[in-house]
């Protein structure tokens, strides 16, 4: 049984920036993709950005130029930069962790809330 833990969320103004957390129970993290997506009220889940255990980044449209993914496999813990947010960056924010093939497959995180507002 894999535990996601996010922290780092909270109310920022337009402009501004967050850091978001998420460590990983044990320590095989290592070895699978995780990634952040969000959720606004009413929306569908969306990938925000993921990294493979190579290290290897994906980001949606809308957040690259202002937002960087990277991991600590020492901490188990995947991290999410956020720059120059605006209000529509504003939604719950999930870590997953991917196990391609394993089932099941994929482990989340309660989710972080990011307010964008002035």
């Known amino acids: 049984q894999v535990q996601l833990v996010e922290s780092g969320g909270g109310l920022v103004q337009p402009g501004g920036s967050l850091r978001l957390s998420c460590a990983a129970s044990?320590?095989?993290?290592?070895?699978?993709?995780m990634g952040w997506y969000r959720q606004a009220p009413g929306k569908q889940r969306e990938l925000v950005a993921r990294?493979?255990?190579?290290?290897?980044?994906i980001y949606a449209d809308s957040v690259k130029g202002r937002f960087s993914i990277s991991r600590d496999n020492a901490k188990n813990t995947v991290y999410l930069q956020t720059n120059s947010l605006k209000p529509e960056d504003t939604a719950i924010y999930y870590c997953?962790?991917?196990?391609?093939?394993?089932?099941?497959?994929?482990?989340w995180g309660q989710g972080t809330q990011v307010t964008v507002s002035s």
């Open positions: 044990g320590s095989g993290s290592r070895f699978y993709t």
């Open positions: 990294v493979t255990s190579g290290g290897s980044t």
């Open positions: 997953n962790l991917n196990r391609r093939g394993v089932v099941p497959s994929d482990y």
